[in-house]
């Protein structure tokens, strides 16, 4: 079964700075998921990426398979991103999205 | 706005109480999914429904009892609840079995009294 781990657990940084949030996991996956999570308790999919590089807006996400690991980038961070960022795999390569394993996310605060 | 809204959105209840929390979605998607989220803890899979059959019961205890009356609504039926129950409890949808995005209700917090 796949094991997922975050880092940094908890990140508070200024208005403006370049964030960096990181994902591994223990076994071959299809896809791997970035969620956020805000406040109120919604999740909201960022990105769901196999390969490479996606952009979207201030955000980018990253993989490396080969390494098993993955990163969230936030370009010139703002205080309404300030959220819990997740990242989810299968639980093992048989499976996609039907059973996932999440990380226990990372708390992001951005401070004015 | 994700195209799946959970009502209620807060529910307390006693331990003896039965309530229900209910889902649904007009994506076009063929699979719903309960999850929960307690305190410090990540996301559990509860229930995995595909084309209103459920295909997943992680170890839910039975005062946990799902229902799919169609591809669009999932209920939650809560009774006989226990205080540890107490937690976020989340609905998602998606098309089944490939790797494509999860699209998750806004959620609803149960406190169990």
């Known amino acids: 079964k796949n094991e997922v781990e975050q880092s940094p657990q908890n990140l508070t940084a200024q208005e403006g700075e370049f964030i960096t949030i990181n994902c591994s996991y223990s076994?071959?996956?299809?896809?791997l998921h970035w969620l956020q999570q805000h406040p109120g308790g919604g999740i909201v999919s960022l990105f769901m990426?196999?390969?490479g590089k996606k952009k979207h807006g201030r955000l980018i996400a990253t993989i490396n398979i080969q390494e098993k690991h993955s990163s969230l980038h936030i370009t010139a961070s703002h205080p309404r991103d300030s959220a819990v960022y997740i990242c989810?795999?299968?639980?093992?390569?048989?499976?996609?999205?039907?059973?996932?394993?999440f990380g226990t996310g990372t708390r992001l605060t951005i401070i004015p | 706005e994700t195209g799946v809204t959970q009502t209620p959105r807060h529910l307390v209840m006693g331990m003896t109480n039965k309530k229900s929390l209910k889902c649904e979605q007009h994506?076009?998607?063929?699979?719903m999914y309960w999850y929960k989220q307690s305190a410090k803890k990540p996301l559990e899979l509860m229930f995995v429904?595909?084309?209103?059959?459920?295909?997943e019961n992680n170890s839910v205890p039975s005062r946990f009892s799902p229902e799919c009356p169609n591809s669009s609504h999932l209920f939650l039926h809560l009774h006989t609840l226990q205080p540890e129950d107490s937690a976020l409890y989340l609905c998602?949808?998606?098309?089944?079995?490939?790797?494509?995005?999860?699209?998750f209700g806004e959620g609803s917090r149960l406190t169990v009294l």
């Open positions: 998602a949808s998606s098309h089944y079995g490939d790797s494509g995005e999860l699209f």
């Open positions: 076994v071959g996956i299809s896809a």
């Open positions: 990426l196999s390969s």
């Open positions: 989810a795999v299968p639980v093992t390569a048989n499976f996609g999205n039907e059973k996932l394993t």
């Open positions: 994506l076009g998607h063929n699979a």
């Open positions: 429904y595909s084309l209103e059959e459920r295909v």
